[in-house]
């Protein structure tokens, strides 16, 4: 069983559409979590931490259930630019320091 | 600050021929990785390196090796490139300092193994 799981979407949403992907992650020893985004041919970068009260950055906004162990990423006025793969990553707590397990991605298309 | 940069970006291989990726980071990181990403298969961890002269193996090691000689630096050789090596690679470095352990990573290596 991956360490995390995503819906791989392809998700196809208009310009001004607000999108939600979740993630789910299977052990409860898990510590930090983040949201990547990867856009075609680059690099994954750091979109936003997920903090255990949740927190906004502008139009996304990132919840963490630890009870269900699920991590969800709402993005609210889609723009154009906003189209990428957006990967849910975990670190577990005292896991091999400094390693990170990745969900392999939901891709999203914003189309004008 | 040039962060993690990785040579080279492109790179063709015979089978069976060898050659060393590199990866340099400028942000004094102690910790850095090697990944590959394959489609469909999501970021994989090859090896990676908690600090100057020492690596371990991650998920995916067989036919990589690696050394940290320098802590800015860490290299990934393929001693005998085989065609299920065809892959884009990417390094990664994090910092103790930051118990997060968020990576930054590198623009990527594209390998064809013909």
């Known amino acids: 069983r991956k360490e995390v799981e995503q819906d791989p979407g392809p998700f196809n949403v208009p310009e001004g559409a607000t999108v939600a992907f979740n993630c789910t992650y299977s052990n409860s020893a898990s510590q930090s979590f983040f949201w990547y985004r990867q856009d075609c041919r680059k690099e994954p970068k750091l979109l936003m931490s997920v903090y255990s009260s949740g927190n906004e950055d502008g139009r996304f906004t990132a919840q963490l259930n630890r009870a269900s162990q699920y991590i969800s990423l709402l993005i609210r006025d889609s723009k154009l630019s906003d189209s990428a793969t957006y990967l849910c990553?975990?670190?577990?707590?005292?896991?091999?320091?400094?390693?990170?397990?990745f969900g392999r991605g939901t891709q999203l298309t914003v189309w004008p | 600050n040039a962060g993690v940069t990785q040579t080279p970006k492109f790179r063709v291989l015979k089978t069976g021929q060898s050659m060393t990726l590199l990866c340099a980071q400028d942000?004094?990181?102690?910790?850095m990785y090697w990944y590959r990403q394959d489609p469909g298969m999501g970021l994989r961890l090859i090896h990676y390196?908690?600090?100057?002269?020492?690596?371990a193996k991650g998920e995916v090691p067989d036919g990589y090796n690696v050394s940290r000689l320098k802590k800015q630096n860490f290299l990934l050789g393929l001693e005998s490139a085989a065609p299920s090596q065809t892959s884009v690679y990417f390094c990664?470095?994090?910092?103790?300092?930051?118990?997060?352990?968020?990576?930054?990573f590198g623009p990527g290596t594209r390998l064809t193994v013909t």
């Open positions: 990664a470095s994090s910092s103790s300092a930051i118990r997060t352990y968020e990576q930054y």
């Open positions: 942000m004094n990181h102690e910790y």
């Open positions: 990553v975990v670190n577990l707590r005292g896991s091999t320091l400094g390693r990170l397990y």
């Open positions: 390196s908690v600090g100057e002269g020492t690596t």
